[in-house]
């Protein structure tokens, strides 16, 4: 939530009313909505070491507690420089966006796998919603007590769950992984479905195949029973992983570019603008509900249509409003209203599709063996992306104007669309290990 409470504090933190000892400046203003990606892009290896050490649980237990330490600086000082250090060490949290899908893909069926780990996303909706509403219904002091009070919530709700069966598998701890697999099943630990599940979880670790190809060997080199190779020699050799790796790069570029994070850091100001005879919480606060009901329609869409026409159609429909959004604002050719319908309908398009499908695509296709390394690094890529686009959003619309803005978004979306088309395999409903090899075949990046 606190990914979104700049929206909620910047006009207050440059008035001349500000609770801060100072008024903001430009520049700070900037950071307030940026710095959260830039401790997220640097600390996000450490938690990736962190989430292979402890486990998935713990590691987002600690992340609960980083949180509840960034609203008790909030809540304890006033001054300029403490806010930005608490969004600072706020934006490490952001992290879960790693790990929760990942986490959620481990022990869930393939046939609800996109389901369950795009529910994330419909969270953060919720928590945007929160954050609006608080903003504009409560003080500033109750609203970072309450905030405070959420996250405290989190971390002992977090306390209740269980690491993943995978996890447990790759640490040797096969009784807890048992244990793991019937509680979320709920069945007995002894029973034939939860040893079954364990087999399974074995052959994915230590793969045992009859008539293995040599494309096969490349992807699992435990094969070669005296070889054991590193992430990067593993990288080198499997030309699937790598094309993987790449999709997942531009699926997270285009989670970034196509701009709807722009929207939801600075929804008070922008709605502002953009919308001038609305009030500005009502705005944010209908824009975080169609965030919501968009995270519940990608839901349920992902395990229908699958992710790659989701991910083509919505891309199509994000360009096409974001045409109407910036023709709207450039030439004022509708009422005031239009220009709040044109980005709900984006709100919309984006989060079915662009919003949604990187954070399950990229849970779902790599191997055990490099899937923290992969998933790490197309989170670094995609922090990098948002703090750049968070960063230049405020200098690039004084520049070339909020509808020039809508138009590089676009742009993006379009192409987003056009890659898809041709190189972004299906994974509905299939293994690992099958992905995998759809990712090695030739040409496989062109059939769906």
């Known amino acids: 939530m606190s990914f979104t409470w700049p929206s909620s504090t910047m ?70 420089e403490a806010i930005l250090l608490a969004i600072f060490i706020s934006g490490i949290t952001s992290c879960t966006l790693l790990i929760i899908p990942v986490y959620v893909s481990e022990f869930c069926q393939e046939s609800i796998r996109g389901s369950m780990a795009s529910s994330v996303l419909m969270f953060f909706g919720f928590g945007m ?123 997270y570029s285009a989670t970034v570019f196509q701009g709807l994070v722009v929207v939801q850091v600075y929804a008070a100001p922008l709605f502002g603008k953009a919308v001038p005879s609305m009030s500005t919480t009502l705005s944010s606060v209908i824009f975080a509900i169609v965030t919501v009901v968009s995270g519940m329609i990608a839901a349920y869409l992902v395990e229908v249509l699958g992710r790659k026409p989701l991910m083509v159609y919505s891309s199509v429909a994000a360009a096409v409003c974001c045409v109407l959004l910036a023709t709207q604002i450039q030439f004022e050719w509708g009422p005031n209203w239009t220009t709040a319908v044109f980005i709900y309908l984006f709100c919309l398009s984006y989060t079915i599709g662009a919003g949604t499908i990187p954070y399950i695509y990229c849970a779902e296709v790599f191997l055990p063996e490099i899937k ?53 395999p299906e994974t509905k409903g299939l293994t690992v290990d099958v992905i995998q090899l759809q990712f090695a075949k030739p040409r496989s990046l062109n059939k769906t």
């Open 129 to 251: 919603l929160t954050s609006y509403l608080l903003g504009g219904l409560v003080p500033y002091n109750v609203m970072n007590y309450i905030t405070l009070g959420l996250a405290g919530v989190g971390g002992l709700l977090i306390t209740l769950v269980k690491d993943s069966a995978l996890y447990l598998m790759i640490k040797g701890r096969e009784r807890e992984a048992a244990l793991s697999i019937a509680h979320y099943k709920s069945l007995n630990a002894n029973s034939n479905e939860v040893e079954q599940e364990i087999k399974h979880i074995k052959r994915l670790l230590n793969p045992e195949l009859d008539e293995a190809t040599p494309e096969e060997e490349m992807l699992k080199p435990e094969l070669k029973p005296k070889e054991k190779l590193s992430v990067w020699r593993f990288m080198k050799k499997s030309r699937s992983s790598r094309r993987a790796l790449v999709v997942c790069l531009v699926l």
């Open 11 to 80: 006009d207050l933190f440059t008035s001349p009313n500000t609770p801060l000892n100072r008024m903001m400046s430009d520049f700070e203003v900037s950071l307030l909505g940026s710095l959260s990606c830039i401790s997220a892009l640097l600390t996000l290896p450490f938690v990736g070491i962190l989430m292979e050490k402890f486990g998935r649980k713990y590691t987002c237990f600690a992340l609960y507690s980083l949180q509840m330490i960034s609203w008790i600086i909030i809540i304890s000082f006033n001054y300029v």
């Open 372 to 424: 923290s390394f992969a998933s790490i690094f197309a989170m670094e890529w995609a922090f990098l992306g948002f703090f750049i686009v968070l960063f230049i959003f405020n200098p690039l619309v004084s520049y070339i104007g909020l509808g020039g803005v809508f138009y590089i978004f676009a742009v993006v979306c379009l192409l987003t669309a056009i890659f898809c088309v041709f190189f972004m």
